[in-house]
């Protein structure tokens, strides 16, 4: 999220969510004498991005060439 650019405590409750239901996995790591919190698509998540998210943008791209 820091690399996006978004406020970790203002979507730490959407991200806790999304592991509670198995959307993706949240993986901590040492970083010096800090600790990172690393997010990472589960095999859940690909899963549902495979059978709705890919079909949807098949039907929808988001550029604007025309076919």
Avoid: T
């Avoid at 991200?15 to 790591?29: C, F, P, T, Y």
């Avoid at 919190?37 to 929808?60: M, Q, V």
Wanted: charged letters at 35%.
């Amino acid at each position: 999220m820091s690399y996006c650019g978004e406020n970790n405590v203002k979507h730490r409750e959407i991200l806790d969510d999304m592991v509670k239901k198995g959307l993706i996995d949240k993986i901590k790591e040492k970083w010096g004498s800090k600790s990172i919190i690393k997010y990472k698509a589960s095999e859940r998540g690909r899963l549902i991005l495979n059978e709705i998210l890919s079909p949807y943008e098949e039907l929808f791209p988001r550029n604007n060439q025309k076919e």
